[in-house]
């Protein structure tokens, strides 16, 4: 180790620094991919093969290098979309463009995670609309328009008890807080059951004459409930609500209007009504 240490040039250190930076962006842009799922699969059957080479066991160690033969050639065949997509994003440049749209989401996701658990913990009911590409100019353009900085202080504020905005809707979009006072059409859905109040059925109601995405929070039940093509999922974890306000925010939401399946893994336990 000493003398490979003397023997290390200033080279080879840029040459080690660049090519990891460049598997970390890559790795970037095959998270959450299925593609993703593999890398973690041929890492951990590595490092199993070089433990088993270590601790001389012939016959594990073989049959790990065989797999691993496999999935170098198999990899090119089965991932052949998000291989392309990945050289497309580097051609580009749009490796470092997510980047910054990433972090930008993260941030918008947090102000609104914020407001919305705050909501939450104090049982405050809020009804909170992220306009996609149906604009929703109908709902706000009779309501007070704020074009305001997303603040998680303004998001509560809005919603405090007493204000003469609390009991309307907010709409959002990426940018910006629309408008706040907004009053929606309550869905018609004769199954829905009967304990949902009226702020749930105008979050239901809304997404069914547009592909927005409603997140209501209930005073009665302090939950925060999910609604979109006129499908409503209730009691939405952390986790879930962060995950779907980062890709909201972070533009993956207009160019993937499936959103909603990427997010169905996570929710189907959960109870639609």
């Excluded at 999935?71 to 089965?78: D, E, G, T």
């Excluded at 074009?147 to 009991?167: K, R």
Aim: charged fraction near 20%; include cysteine.
């Amino acid at each position: 180790m000493s003398e490979m240490l003397r023997n290390l040039r200033w080279q080879d250190c840029v040459d080690i620094l660049v090519i990891a930076y460049m598997i970390y962006r890559v790795l970037l842009l095959l998270r959450n991919t299925r593609a993703f799922q593999l890398v973690k699969g041929f890492f951990l059957v590595t490092v199993l093969s070089f433990i088993a080479r270590g601790l001389a066991l012939d016959t594990l160690s073989w049959l790990l290098n065989q797999i691993l033969s496999l999935l170098f050639f198999a990899v090119p065949i089965i991932f052949q979309p998000e291989l392309r997509k990945v050289l497309e994003e580097l051609g580009r440049g749009g490796i470092w463009r997510r980047q910054k749209a990433l972090a930008r989401g993260e941030s918008m996701a947090d102000e609104v995670g914020k407001a919305l658990s705050y909501l939450r913990a104090h049982k405050i009911g809020a009804l909170v609309v992220l306009q996609r590409t149906t604009g929703l100019k109908d709902f706000w353009s009779t309501a007070v328009k704020l074009n305001a900085e997303i603040t998680q202080e303004l998001l509560i504020s809005i919603f405090w008890v007493n204000n003469p905005l609390h009991d309307g809707a907010v709409i959002l979009d990426t940018d910006e807080i629309i408008a706040a006072g907004c009053y929606l059409p309550l869905t018609e859905n004769a199954d829905l059951s009967r304990w949902l109040g009226t702020r749930h059925r105008a979050a239901i109601g809304v997404t069914e004459v547009s592909d927005c995405i409603s997140l209501v929070v209930s005073e009665e039940r302090g939950k925060i409930s999910m609604a979109i093509n006129g499908r409503l999922s209730q009691d939405l974890k952390d986790a879930q609500i962060r995950k779907l306000l980062v890709q909201y925010f972070a533009g993956a939401d207009q160019t993937q209007q499936s959103l909603l399946e990427s997010l169905h893994d996570e929710i189907r336990s959960l109870g639609d009504d």
